[in-house]
């Protein structure tokens, strides 16, 4: 590789990367805060890499049958929620190698101090920080180098993302100030929409998580329509009726989730939602919601269904995808390590 083949100093072109972990059955809030977003991106146009994140999904301990069954899973959810192979690049992470090599890279970048401060790693860990993996406190750094390593400009994420983006900022500013360089973008976190942060059913103060241990917290991609219907009826709320304003939402966090659920499923506002149903008590609102959510994700299963009966053509499929990630990564790192002074020389 020449010394020229990716400039320092370039000018960055815009690219969309982001990544789901296959640590267990996607929910509703990746679909509505990622996958639906990955899908309206690719449609506008513009370049984008999707990647599912399984080298950081074994941060915590995953079954090995179940992560690759999982993987192939939440590869059917991409392609069934419209991100389409042929025009995004979906792969799954531990097939392009470069992710690792760079996340070391930037590891020695990183600042302990920073990495002391993700919240994320505090919820995961909890009480037991100790017996955390090493890798679950290196997570922010490997997410760093998922960006980094096709310079991508822009990073759709839910809510809780976003403090990582902002690292992977930080990390991006602090290696092109220690080597004198333009090499690396400052990519922007994209939350967008009204579902950032969708909220367990079951206590709105919570993210809808696809490992929480309660099933009926989270609606999965997989549920048939019974089952979402059920977890909807029976999700917690208060007794009162739907306010007409959005002020009235305030300190009622389940209805207000399930109003921005219906919003961000029916491509509507808040505030429309409420002009519709204000005054109206659950009893209206829950069965109307059930309707809304088996009509758009119903589809989304039974094609998953259709995919997830043929996996050797998912692997095809992430297969091609880490080949094309692989064409744009390799020179990246490559170009990375000529930066800071390792000799290549084959
Ligand atoms: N509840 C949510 N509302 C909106 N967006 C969400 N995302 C996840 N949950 C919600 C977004 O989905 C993308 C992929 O997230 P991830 O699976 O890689 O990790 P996560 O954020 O830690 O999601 P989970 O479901 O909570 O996973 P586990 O339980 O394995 O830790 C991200 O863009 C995320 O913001």
Redesign the pocket.
């Known amino acids: 590789m020449s010394d020229t083949d990716t400039p320092i100093n370039a000018n960055f072109k815009p690219r969309v990367f982001?990544?789901?972990?296959p640590?267990?059955g996607l929910?509703l809030?990746?679909y509505?805060?990622?996958l639906k977003r990955f899908a309206m991106k690719q449609d506008e146009g513009i370049e984008t890499i999707y990647c599912l994140?399984d080298l950081?999904a074994v941060t915590v301990w995953q079954d090995p049958e179940a992560l690759r069954r999982q993987t192939r899973e939440a590869a059917a959810a991409f392609i069934a929620s419209g991100v389409d192979p042929q025009r995004s690049i979906l792969f799954n992470q531990s097939q392009v190698g470069a992710h690792a090599e760079l996340a070391w890279l930037l590891n020695c970048v990183a600042r302990l101090g920073w990495m002391n401060r993700m919240t994320?790693f505090k919820d995961?860990a909890g009480k037991n920080a100790e017996k955390a993996s090493l890798g679950l406190y290196a997570y922010p750094a490997l997410m760093a180098a998922d960006i980094l390593l096709y310079h991508a400009t822009m990073v759709p994420?839910?809510?809780?993302?976003k403090q990582h983006v902002e690292l992977t900022r930080d990390i991006a500013a602090k290696f092109n100030h220690d080597f004198g360089v333009e090499f690396f973008p400052a990519p922007e976190p994209l939350i967008e929409g009204t579902?950032?942060?969708?909220?367990s059913l079951r206590d709105g103060t919570k993210?809808?998580?696809?490992?929480?241990p309660s099933d009926a917290s989270r609606i999965n991609l997989t549920d048939d329509a019974d089952t979402i219907a059920k977890k909807i009826r029976k999700a917690t709320t208060d007794p009162a009726e739907l306010p007409s304003e959005i002020d009235g939402l305030k300190d009622r966090p389940e209805a207000r989730n399930l109003v921005n659920i219906y919003a961000a499923l029916a491509d509507m506002t808040p505030a429309q939602v409420l002009g519709e149903y204000g005054g109206k008590g659950f009893g209206t609102f829950k069965p109307a919601l059930a309707e809304l959510a088996v009509e758009k994700l119903a589809p989304i299963s039974t094609e998953m269904g259709r995919l997830m009966a043929d996996p050797a053509e998912i692997d095809a499929v992430l297969g091609q995808g880490a080949n094309k990630a692989d064409a744009i990564a390799r020179p990246i790192v490559e170009r990375t390590y000529e930066i800071m002074g390792m000799v290549r020389s084959r």
Request: hydrophobic share 30%.
């Open positions: 982001s990544g789901i972990q640590s267990g929910t809030g990746n509505l805060g990622a994140v950081h994320q995961k994420v839910g809510e809780d993302q579902a950032t942060r969708v909220m993210k809808m998580s696809k490992s929480d």
